[in-house]
Nanobody, 120 residues
Framework: QVQFVESGGGSVQAGGSLRLSCVAS????????MAWYRQFPGKARELVAN???????RYADAVEGRFTISRDNAKNSVYLQMNSLKPEDTAVYYC??????????????WGQGIQVTVSS
């Protein structure tokens, strides 16, 4: 079992910034990466960014250059710094843990979700 405690998010105007935080606990040893997903109303969750235990972040094209994922292995935490936010970034954001080889494979553990709302 893995549990997450997510924080951050909220409402901001376009062009603003927000920072999401996630602390993981439980059986983490099986996994080598963490990620952030987001979900738009009526849509499936989509991968926003992921980061390996050793670093080397990867991003979705839609957020490349605006979002930064980072982690603190000692705290089992992952962060998402979101800059230059756009209204189309409005979604519920989820923390995730998984395995990354050639691609990121998520485990079926999810946080409670954080609402991010960007107004124009």
């Amino acid at each position: 079992q893995v549990q997450f405690v997510e924080s951050g998010g909220g409402s901001v105007q376009a062009g603003g910034s927000l920072r999401l935080s996630c602390v993981a606990s439980g059986a983490l040893f099986r996994f080598n990466a963490m990620a952030w997903y987001r979900q738009f109303p009526g849509k499936a969750r989509e991968l926003v960014a992921n980061i390996h235990n050793g670093g080397r972040p990867r991003y979705a094209d839609a957020v490349e250059g605006r979002f930064t994922i980072s982690r603190d292995n000692a705290k089992n935490s992952v962060y998402l710094q979101m800059n230059s936010l756009k209204p189309e970034d409005t979604a519920v954001y989820y923390c995730n843990i998984g395995i990354r080889g050639v691609a990121y494979r998520p485990a079926n553990y999810w946080g409670q979700g954080i609402q991010v709302t960007v107004s124009s």
